[in-house]
C-alpha cells in the first residue's frame, strides 16, 4: 500500500474529530473520500498532511510512519494537494502560481509545465494572467497543477469539482482520469459521490468522522445506503 491510515482519531480540542479511521490507498488506484457537509473528508486530508495531528492510530506513506512529520516533510515525501477552496495566490500569475508548486532544486520545470499546460490547454492562454482574477474553473485547473508540479506519488484532491457547472465537471473529470492514466495515484475527496466513484477503483464513505462503508466502486454503487444518501 502506498499510504495506509490504521485506526486514526483526530481531534479539534476536546472535540473527536475522526473516530478510527482506517483507509489505503494502493498505487495507481483512484480511491475517493465520499460524505456530505462536516463529515470529516477535509479533516481526513488535514490529519495525512500533518496540518492538524491525529491523537492515535498510525500513518504510513511509502512503508514510513508520517503521523509524527510535520507537512513540509509530508509533501517532500511525495504527497500534495489540491486544497479545498483552491488557495491560489490571487496577484500572483498562473505560471507563478505554478512555480511555487515545483519542489526545491527541481530542473525539469519547463517539461512539467508543458505536461500540465497538456492536460489543461485553456491555461496556456493564461500563463500571465492574475490567477484571482481568472474563472473559477480555471481555478481549479490551476489548483491541480500546482498540485502536479511536484510529481508526486500520491495526488490528494479535496472536492476539486466545488461550485463548477456540470458541462465543466465532466471535463475537469476526464482530466483527472488522464492523469490517473499517466501513473499518478490519486486520493479523491467529493460531495458528489456519483461522478467521483465514476473516475474511482475504490471509495470510503464518511460519516461523523467515522468510516461507515466501503468498497470497490460496483459495491458503493449497489450499497443502499451510498444510493439512498449521496446517489439520489
Ligand atoms: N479547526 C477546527 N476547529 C474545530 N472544529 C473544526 C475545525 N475544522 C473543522 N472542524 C469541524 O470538523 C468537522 C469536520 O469538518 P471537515 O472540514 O473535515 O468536513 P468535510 O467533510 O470536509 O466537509 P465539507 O464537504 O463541507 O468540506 C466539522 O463539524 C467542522 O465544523
Ligand atoms: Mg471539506
Known sequence: ?????????TSYGKI???DKVCLSVDTGEVVCLLGSNGAGKSTTIKTILGMVKSNNGQILFDGQDIGKMKTYEVIRKGISVAPEGRRLFPRMTVEQNLEIGLAANQEDSA???DRVYQLFPVLKDRVNQAAGTLSGGEQAMVAISRALMQKPKLLILD????????????AFYNTIIEISRQGTTILLSEQNAGKALEVSDRGYVLQKGAIYASGTKQELMENDLVRKCYLG
Open 1 to 9: 500500500m502506498l499510504l495506509q491510515l490504521n485506526s486514526v482519531s
Open 16 to 18: 473527536k474529530m475522526l
Open 111 to 113: 517539461e512539467l509545465k
Open 159 to 170: 472536492e476539486p469539482s466545488f461550485g463548477l457547472a456540470p458541462l465543466l465537471v465532466e
